[in-house]
């Protein structure tokens, strides 16, 4: 992430853990705000995740992530 802001002070990045993202992820869900969890992740240049194989039991949020994954990816983000 410092990197990135260093060398590229225009891009927003977003570092989490993997655990941040299931907790929110769940959290929008519970709480309608599933379109607002999505632009956060989305609507960014960079996306760090740490921790990713907390995920590996979790079907639902893998489901997300691979959506969110895809989103950037298709608009030449990193992630």
Do not use: G
């Not at 869900?29 to 609507?43: G, V």
């Not at 079907?59 to 030449?76: P, S, V, W, Y």
Request: net charge negative; proline share 1%; charged share 35%.
């Amino acid at each position: 992430a410092s990197y990135v802001k260093d060398n590229y002070p225009a891009y927003r990045v977003r570092y989490v853990t993997s655990e941040t993202f299931l907790n929110e992820f769940i959290d929008s869900m519970h709480s309608d705000t599933r379109d607002a969890f999505k632009r956060r992740y989305r609507d960014i240049d960079v996306l760090l995740v740490d921790d990713i194989q907390f995920l590996a039991k979790r079907e639902e949020t893998q489901t997300e992530f691979f959506h969110t994954f895809n989103a950037l990816h298709q608009k030449d983000r990193q992630s």
